[in-house]
């Protein structure tokens, strides 16, 4: 069983909507016919804003998450992203999943980064979402979700194959950003799709590094080794076939998984 995943890492113009989803628009035109999933990066419309009501859509008619239907649709592919959604009186950083029939699913963000000022008007979510696409279980995830193993861990009770993870890792923490996406793929022997944004928040300072966004989006194997992985600062797209036979291999001969400590997450 395969699926042909394309990850997408745009530059980011930083609250310009129109922009950005003409440029992903022309990323997708120009991708494989036989793409079955695109991976876009966190809040891909407009980039990360903490002051949320001015860029947040309803999710009773949001345009993005129109684009979004309106692409599995033509494409007959899934895609998945976050943008900021104002569902009745709370607004989240929401994780879409759209099916080709235009079916959505979504995850809300559980950990905000209140560092960034995430947390003076998200709500955070408090549910897992793990979707099944063409014979795939497939974890949503967004940005600072990546640095706590408790939440995404993997377990033969809600096993998963594929960890999406959604970002907006600035340069401050590259070297956090390549270990962590590495460190979930091995202790969960699942796939990593890691999509990141790149750019630069406007009037910032060019040493201002937590302003600058890296890119260097990857696609890794359960062993922890890349796939492919993007290039640092620039526009790039990572396309790769997973294959469950590479997983299976992996979790027949070595089923750490089996392992594991049981444990129950209270909120």
Request: proline residues 4%.
């Amino acid at each position: 069983m395969s699926l042909n995943v394309c990850v997408i890492q745009p530059f980011t113009l930083f609250w310009n909507k129109d922009e950005n989803l003409k440029q992903i628009q022309s990323i997708i035109q120009h991708s494989s016919n036989d793409i079955d999933l695109f991976v876009l990066p966190e809040t891909f419309n407009t980039g990360f804003q903490p002051k949320a009501h001015l860029v947040a859509e309803d999710h009773s008619s949001s345009p993005t998450l129109q684009w979004m239907k309106t692409i599995a649709r033509t494409r007959k592919c899934a895609i998945t992203g976050s943008i900021t959604i104002k569902d009745g009186e709370r607004i989240y950083n929401r994780m879409y999943f759209v099916y080709p029939s235009e079916e959505c699913v979504w995850y809300d963000k559980h950990h905000l980064y209140h560092m960034g000022g995430e947390g003076l008007e998200f709500s955070n979510g408090s549910k897992k979402c793990i979707v099944n696409y063409k014979g795939w279980n497939i974890l949503l995830a967004v940005c600072y979700d990546l640095r706590f193993p408790v939440w995404l861990r993997n377990t033969l009770e809600n096993h998963y194959d594929i960890l999406i993870i959604v970002g907006c890792w600035s340069v401050l923490n590259r070297a956090h950003w390549k270990i962590l996406t590495k460190a979930r793929a091995i202790e969960n022997q699942c796939f990593v799709l890691a999509a990141n944004n790149c750019g630069s928040l406007p009037n910032c300072l060019p040493n201002d590094e937590d302003s600058h966004y890296i890119g260097e989006s990857a696609i890794i194997d359960p062993y922890g080794k890349y796939i492919i992985k993007g290039k640092c600062g620039v526009q790039d797209s990572l396309n790769a076939t997973l294959t469950k036979k590479s997983q299976e291999a992996l979790t027949s001969t070595f089923p750490v998984l089996k392992d594991g400590d049981s444990f129950i997450l209270q909120n």
